[in-house]
């Protein structure tokens, strides 16, 4: 049933927080041309097309001699798009950009310091969920330097990931490994590439399905349930989300890797939602985020990870919107009425 029209909000003046990497001075949008800054093109053009004015500002410590600070108050913003998912390379200090924020009393998008940091540990995140009932596949962690396997509470087998990092980041078809000497291979990579701690999960064999969600009129708004299908795993192809498979269009057309919606049954589908958004609030997300769940051979789903500031752009939010009938700017214009939602503007 196609949405009730979204009422936009009067004229405002926005400012999209980015990685240093992503901002070009030459270019008319201030944006890198690469896939990554698609959701900050994308939402550039909505506050553009809705009459608002929009400037791109660098997170670094310090521009042209002021310190952040100075030049995020100089530009009086009414709102703060932030698209910063690290600082300085890892991923747990952007926690601090909202705590930022907030302490400059500057209304912003995504979840506050609270959410962002809890999601941002995968470990941390598993363990609390779990406390609430929620399904969680058997893991441990192995701290940095760790060159031993302790007695895994599950058969292999296992997926390796980093702890901290978001992305897909360090994932590759030999993350999931059937072997004591793959897995601590495997671990050794993350500590020796990402510097942080590697998680060791049980893999989950079956559908990968993620749900987004909005705050919206005082409540949650649970996008439709999206599925990645692999469609080309029985040939070779990828089974899960690799780095590869995130960052590469050309590599997911080659193997047949796409987004659909979810056709589940309805009972299913009625308990990954109340599961989701049970999550969104045990974690403390706010604002909007994405939970993404495996669903195993015998119909459970299981939580694999929250992220409390995911992929904003057309082909993620936007095409998941679409299918209750509303248009991306729509999305955009709900995600910003939940940041100014934060000091009551609207």
Not at 122 to 141: C, D, E, T
Not at 176 to 198: C, D, F, K
Not at 217 to 222: F, I, R, S, W
């Amino acid at each position: 049933m196609p949405s009730r029209p979204v009422r936009r909000p009067s004229s405002l003046s926005a400012l999209l927080l980015v990685e240093p990497d992503f901002f070009s001075q030459s270019d008319p949008q201030q944006l890198r041309t690469t896939p990554e800054t698609d959701a900050e093109r994308a939402v550039l053009d909505v506050l553009s097309k809705l009459g608002h004015r929009a400037s791109v500002v660098p997170f670094r410590s310090h521009r042209r001699g002021r310190s952040i600070a100075e030049v995020i108050l100089r530009s009086s913003p009414d709102v703060v798009f932030n698209f910063v998912e690290q600082m300085a390379d890892d991923r747990r200090l952007a926690a601090n950009v909202p705590a930022f924020l907030s302490v400059l009393g500057i209304p912003y998008t995504g979840s506050d310091a609270v959410g962002m940091a809890a999601t941002i540990d995968k470990a941390a995140s598993k363990h609390a969920v779990r406390s609430i009932g929620i399904p969680v596949p058997a893991f441990v962690v192995f701290p940095v330097g760790a060159i031993r396997a302790p007695r895994l509470p599950f058969d292999f087998p296992a997926i390796v990931k980093s702890q901290f990092g978001g992305g897909s980041i360090g994932l590759t078809l030999k993350s999931v490994v059937t072997s004591e000497r793959e897995l601590l291979g495997r671990v050794r990579n993350i500590h020796q590439g990402l510097n942080e701690p590697a998680i060791c999960e049980q893999y989950i064999e079956g559908r990968e399905v993620s749900v987004g969600m909005i705050e919206d009129k005082g409540g949650v708004l649970v996008l439709p349930i999206r599925e990645t299908v692999f469609g080309r795993a029985g040939s070779g192809g990828p089974r899960f989300y690799t780095e590869r498979v995130k960052d590469n269009a050309s590599y997911r057309r080659r193997w047949d890797i796409h987004h659909q919606q979810a056709e589940l049954p309805p009972a299913l589908q009625h308990r990954i939602r109340t599961l989701c958004k049970a999550a969104f609030r045990v974690l403390g997300m706010s604002g909007y985020g994405r939970i993404d769940i495996r669903i195993d051979a015998a119909g459970t789903p299981m939580f694999l990870e929250a992220n409390s500031n995911p992929d904003l752009s057309p082909r993620n939010f936007g095409l998941m919107g679409s299918w209750i009938g509303l248009t991306y700017e729509d999305i955009v214009v709900k995600v910003l009425r939940a940041a100014l939602g934060r000091r009551s503007v609207l």
